[in-house]
């Protein structure tokens, strides 16, 4: 493993409060130095001078498909498009075929990842069994083969009971749930945001409402039981509501958002586009700006990209047929710098928000991700702030081309992936 040392790049560590013009030394697969240091004739050097160097992004909510959807993405193709957008780990969600119930299904993952994956890989295992929401999984089994949280993501857990007993057994084990919120009495049939847009085209609403009242029921249950209680992809100005008034109550709850509920309102879907169709649905630029102000008063703690890839036929039907879901790994940066270059949000909170924030969400187990500290795994990314590009479906390495930012034309770019001391991407000639 050779080292690595980057040069005059702007630092922006959110772990330790640093923004700065510094170098770093990378060395055996960990930070070795943060400072100004002389060129070592046996490390490659790499001129950052211009751009932003941070933390590798680390993403609580990733589709990678395998087992059971090879045809939509594989952990191959998933993490090669993850470190294309500068993600040095990624979540894996449980809803492959069959679900991630037991501790052989999860040791076949974490194998196909440490032989085929190019980053790190952490499996997140089911809440019931099959995802049937009927009986428990072994979560005991499951956290020793080495699931870092529990979720039925894509199906919601009806039985307010059969949550409660999750969370009671999760506490010992000190790894969150993960909820998927959607009352499915409310949502059943939608395609879209519910509202006048859903009415024009003709098409079944999903209410916020049925996030909300999810939320709720859930939030009452950590607040029962002092469980570490998640909220996946959070969409909602009534959700955000709810998520800041039970922190203020002292209640163990965490959520995150994704790039496209942030940046993408309900619009995007007129003239039946099936590229965003996505669950929960984009809303109301109102839920936009409410998205945006949690994740700056602490409310959200991490972007998540809840990258979901499809192949072209599941999107080229009609709307009603088409799947749900954005491939979004390789955007996610791009799409998120809009923010800051339109004075939204501050960079420093944007990374924090891919880096310590989801770090903290995971424990005390993975406090050497996410940061740049000494010692810490040399997961590491370099990107243009101020590179314009063209987002092109067809060349993402996912197998997912389904994205409604095709055409689009973003600021923000990652040049450099370096994953445990190791160049896992390089765009151009860095």
Known sequence: MKDILIKGGRVIDPSRNIDAIADLFLSDGKVQALTHLNQTSDAEIIDARGLIVCPGFIDLHTH??????????????????????????????????????????????KHLAAQEGLIRVLPIGTITCGR????????AELSHAGVIAFSDDGSYVASAHLVRRAMEYVRSLEVPIIEHCEEPTLSKGGQMNEGAIATRLGLLGIPSAAEEIAAA???????LTGAHLHLAHVSTAGTIE??????????????????HHLTMTEEMVL??????????????????????AGLQDGTLDAIATDHAPHTENDKLCEFTAAAFGISGLE????SLMGLVH?????????????TTGPSRILGKNFANLGTLATGANADVVIFDSEAEWT????AFVSKGKNTPLHGAKLKGKVLLTIYNGEIVYRYGGI
């Open 217 to 223: 029921r859930d939030i009452i249950l950590a607040e």
């Open 342 to 354: 339109n004075h939204k949000l501050d960079i420093g909170l944007l990374i924090s928000s891919l």
């Open 391 to 394: 987002v092109d479906a067809a």
């Open 271 to 292: 003239g039946y586009n099936t590229q965003a169709k996505v669950n929960p649905p984009l809303r109301t630029p109102r839920d936009t700006e409410a998205l945006v």
């Open 331 to 334: 955007t996610a940066l791009g």
């Open 242 to 259: 709810l998520i800041r008034q039970a922190k203020r109550r002292g209640v163990t709850v965490t959520a995150e958002v994704t790039p």
């Open 132 to 139: 049937q929401g009927e009986d428990l999984a072994d979560m």
């Open 64 to 109: 990678l498909r395998q087992p059971g959807y090879e045809y939509k993405e594989t952990i191959a193709s998933g993490t090669q498009s993850a470190a294309r957008g500068g993600f040095t780990t990624v979540c894996c969600m449980p809803n492959t075929d069959p679900p991630m119930d037991n501790a052989a299904l999860v040791g076949y993952v």
